[in-house]
Structures are given as structure tokens and as C-alpha cells.
């Protein structure tokens, strides 16, 4: 037993000196917008161009209209799929990445009040909840706060601009 407890301080000592050094913070900082790219894109592209199997603008902006009670529909699946897919490809990047972030961050939010939010947390048996929209408003808001971290676009600029 004093061996396991040993073994789970060292492991917790070990764990606590990451959460200062700035290397754990760029790599989880960089996860983050790997994974906020990962998504946006993916739905970002569906909703724009009808890849990955979506089913497009048109689809899109009829959704838009009827379900989530958007008018127009179609600007609405445009600016949605606007901010999705090219927010998603600046917060992968890192460039722009505070600002691509927190229009993403208000993009889950108008997620929730217009679809999601009345189906609860988890929802029913009518649709899918607001879970997702919560995780992915609050990852997006911790690069917005953060920054894009050293292994970004963002980073490479400032360093150029402080060499001229």
C-alpha cells in the first residue's frame, strides 16, 4: 500500500510541474486547435460546398429557415458555414486565431439558442442536445483567451516583424 501511495505522489508531483511550462501549454493549446480545426472544417465544408456527404448550401439554408427559424436562410447558412470552415482552417493555422476562435465560440453559441438549447443538455428523443455546442464554445474560448500558442502562423509573424 505505501508503494502505490509513493508511486500516485511522484505521478502527481510529475503532473503538476507541466501545468507552468510554457511547451505544455503551446502543445495543449496546439491539440486544441487541431481538434476545433478538425470540426469546423469538416462541418464548415458540408455546409458550404456539400463535402464529406453534407448536403450543401441550399440544404443548409432550408434548415436554416424552418427548423432554426433564421431569416434569410440562406445568409445564415452562409455566415455559419463561413465562420465553420475558413474559422476552422485560421484557428488550425494559428493566424487570426484569437478572433477565428471567438467567432466560433458565438457560432456554437447561436447553436444553442436557435436549435439545441430547447432539446436540453442531452436531449430527447426529437434531437441531440447542447452538449457538443457547450464543449466546443468553451475549447474555442480557451484559444480566444490564450492565444494560438508558439507552433502557429501567428507566432512565426510577431517573430518576423520584431527581426525588421
Request: hydrophobic share 55%.
Amino acid at each position: 500500500m505505501n508503494e502505490l501511495v509513493s508511486r500516485v505522489n511522484s505521478v502527481a508531483t510529475k503532473f503538476r510541474a507541466t501545468r507552468d511550462a510554457r511547451l505544455t501549454k503551446d502543445l495543449a493549446l496546439l491539440i486544441a486547435r487541431i481538434a476545433l480545426a478538425w470540426i469546423f472544417i469538416f462541418h464548415g465544408a458540408s455546409t458550404l460546398f456539400g463535402a464529406f456527404g453534407g448536403g450543401g448550401l441550399h440544404a443548409e439554408a432550408v434548415y436554416f429557415s424552418t427548423y432554426a427559424h433564421l431569416h434569410p436562410g440562406t445568409f445564415f447558412a452562409l455566415l455559419s458555414g463561413i465562420i465553420e470552415c475558413f474559422g476552422g482552417i485560421a484557428v488550425g493555422l494559428g493566424v487570426f486565431g484569437r478572433l477565428a476562435a471567438a467567432a466560433i465560440t458565438g457560432d456554437m453559441i447561436m447553436a444553442m439558442i436557435t436549435v439545441t438549447f430547447a432539446q436540453g443538455i442531452v436531449g430527447n428523443s426529437s434531437g441531440i442536445g447542447y452538449q457538443l455546442n457547450v464543449a466546443l464554445a468553451a475549447l474555442a474560448l480557451v484559444v480566444a483567451f490564450l492565444g494560438t500558442g508558439r507552433f502557429s502562423l501567428d507566432e512565426l509573424m510577431r517573430s518576423l516583424r520584431k527581426r525588421n
